[in-house]
């Protein structure tokens, strides 16, 4: 499970340090796509394996199947870390997020979120409450 909050820099060329902890449960090659929010998602292969499988067993011939097919899939990538532990990310991919120096990198339990801190101060902040939040999903949390 990918859990916590890190800080990283992007260099000039697109790459940044993935933490240690999340490279070791990644394992060497993972998906690199657009997120549904404005940031970017690191799914592990297996993960992906299981997003994609789900996608076809919708019916192709529906507009919105093909439009977040296009999103996830036609944008997304395969990728290895460096022997830093870099991820080069595309040009394409860091518009998406609007990712410039700083990255936020969040692990949200089965996948990884890279959002520029701004945006993800922003979305964070939108004034619900967690609570609120919580119970408009009925999600069963008892301690």
């Not at 394992?27 to 994609?52: M, S």
Request: proline residues 6%; charged residues 25%; glycine residues 6%.
């Amino acid at each position: 499970m990918f859990m916590n909050q890190y800080s990283h820099t992007i260099d000039t060329k697109g790459r940044m340090i993935l933490p240690a902890k999340f490279r070791e449960e990644l394992g060497n090659t993972f998906v690199l796509a657009p997120g549904l929010d404005p940031c970017l998602n690191i799914f592990p292969k297996e993960r992906w394996d299981a997003l994609i499988a789900g996608f076809q067993k919708l019916p192709f011939t529906n507009h919105n199947v093909r439009k977040i097919m296009r999103h996830l899939i036609g944008r997304g990538m395969e990728m290895e870390c460096d022997k830093q532990g870099r991820i080069l990310i595309p040009q394409h991919l860091r518009a998406f997020a609007q990712l410039k120096k700083d990255a936020c990198i969040v692990g949200t339990g089965h996948i990884i979120e890279i959002w520029d801190p701004v945006l993800l101060d922003s979305d964070e902040n939108c004034g619900e409450s967690m609570a609120d939040i919580a119970d408009s999903l009925e999600l069963p949390l008892n301690f």
